[in-house]
């Protein structure tokens, strides 16, 4: 096995402890493995994102079911648009983007460059949004659910677009959505944000095996280094501070999209 094959499920391990120690974050990583690491084209990276994303959030989403913290009302009003979204982004958007884009002087703009630029500008909001940390009264389990269907409709298509695009799944978009939009507590907000992105993802992903073919051995091999991860990180929660991990993990994001931006485009 290659030292990059190897560095990919060390990824995956990684992944998988990010999710269960801050219950979101680790989905940001798995494109830039595949296509820097391992070597997949772009727009394979983001669909086998969706599965690995899709398999480890449900996990983490049956745990939460047990503990009772998911709010299904509000995962039905959020989820339904975000279904329909992601799955005609997958069927229909991702496939008809040309394979040039545009130029820009002597420079041009492919869809795999696209794909990865737009990529790394999600992962630039991503690391904002986990370094400023939790806004007041988020966790306040006694608050009383709210909801602003307009713009939780809203913000469930947009979320869906994005996550189809890019193949994240975009926790750190849905969970202050959930907690501003629905008034829903912080604990609730990420178990319920886990279910959604759980579905929302697998259906984008069943959107890709009717249009493209699959690696089942490299990706389910894959996907069960992310669950053994999942579970150490759940374990390490006990012993480490997740606002401060939360924040210097958000930190780590906005250098890697940042090299993610210098590469596509300066070199």
């Not at 509000?74 to 991702?94: K, N, S």
């Not at 978009?173 to 959930?178: D, M, Q, V």
């Amino acid at each position: 096995m290659e030292i990059t094959s190897i560095l990919g499920y060390i990824g995956a391990l990684i992944i998988g402890i990010v999710l269960g120690l801050i219950g979101g974050g680790g989905s940001i990583l798995t494109v830039p493995i595949f296509v820097y690491l391992l070597g997949i084209n772009p727009v394979v990276a983001t669909a086998y994102s969706l599965f690995v994303v899709g398999v480890a959030s449900l996990t983490g989403a049956l745990q939460n079911i047990r503990k009772k913290l998911v709010d299904f009302k509000t995962a039905i009003v959020f989820a339904i648009p975000a279904f329909i979204a992601v799955y005609l982004t997958r069927r229909f958007l991702v496939p008809a983007i040309p394979e040039f884009l545009f130029q820009v002087g002597s420079f041009t703009v492919t869809r795999d460059i696209g794909i990865m630029v737009f990529f790394a500008i999600i992962m630039l909001l991503a690391s904002y949004s986990m370094i400023k940390g939790k806004c007041k009264n988020c966790d306040d389990e006694d608050a009383v659910v709210k909801y602003n269907y307009p713009m939780i409709i809203l913000e469930g298509f947009v979320v869906g677009v994005i996550t189809g695009i890019v193949g994240a799944g975009g926790g750190f978009l849905i969970i202050p959505a959930l907690v501003m939009l629905a008034k829903l507590p912080m604990k609730k907000a990420v178990a319920t944000s886990l279910l959604i992105i759980a579905i929302k993802s697998l259906i984008g992903f069943i959107g890709d095996v009717e249009t493209m073919e699959i690696d089942w051995l490299f990706l389910l091999s894959f996907t069960a280094f992310s669950l053994v991860g999942i579970i150490l990180g759940v374990w390490l929660n006990k012993f480490i501070e997740g606002s401060k991990l939360k924040k210097s993990f958000g930190w780590f994001v906005l250098i890697m999209g940042i090299y993610i931006l210098v590469k596509e485009l300066w070199t």
